[in-house]
């Protein structure tokens, strides 16, 4: 790989100031080759070129000749390739929507202690008859 001079910086669209910050962020890193630099750089614009392209032919964005939020969480959702994206890129939900759902979750998990504990009790009485008829 050749040496990136002021020129060569074009190569890549992505600020290497900042690739360079992020990859000095982990602490295993001492020092940065240029060329390690450059192809990290590279390499992440590849990947999210190709998040994008994937995003846009399975998503809605042909129909509507654009790439949405949407489309992105979509991909990384049902996609295994992008999976470990899920977290970073979470379908939007409306906030009446995420408070109903915790509000069930609550109650299923309330109820859900219920009947753990009723199961508890129920093992710990076979556990007595057990002994008691041996």
């Known amino acids: 790989a050749a040496r ?3 020129g060569e910086n074009r ?5 290497l100031s900042r690739i360079r910050v992020i990859m000095k ?3 295993e ?5 240029q060329d390690a630099l450059f192809l990290t750089a590279k390499a992440t614009e590849l990947f999210v070129q190709y998040l994008a392209t994937y995003s846009y032919k399975h998503g809605r964005g042909k129909e509507k000749n654009a ?3 949407s489309d992105l969480s979509h991909t ?3 996609c ?3 999976q470990f994206l899920a977290d970073i890129l979470p379908k939007k939900i409306l906030a009446s929507k995420y408070l109903k759902m915790l509000e069930k979750e609550k109650r299923d998990g309330e109820v859900g ?3 753990e504990e009723d199961d508890e009790e129920e093992d710990e009485d076979e556990t007595v008859n057990e002994d008691v008829g041996s």
């Open 80 to 82: 295994e390739t992008f």
């Open 76 to 78: 990384a959702e049902e």
């Open 4 to 6: 990136l001079s002021g």
């Open 29 to 33: 890193v001492s020092s940065i080759n």
């Open 11 to 15: 190569l890549v669209s992505l600020p």
């Open 113 to 115: 202690e219920d009947d």
């Open 25 to 27: 962020s982990s602490p």
């Open 67 to 69: 790439l949405t939020y």
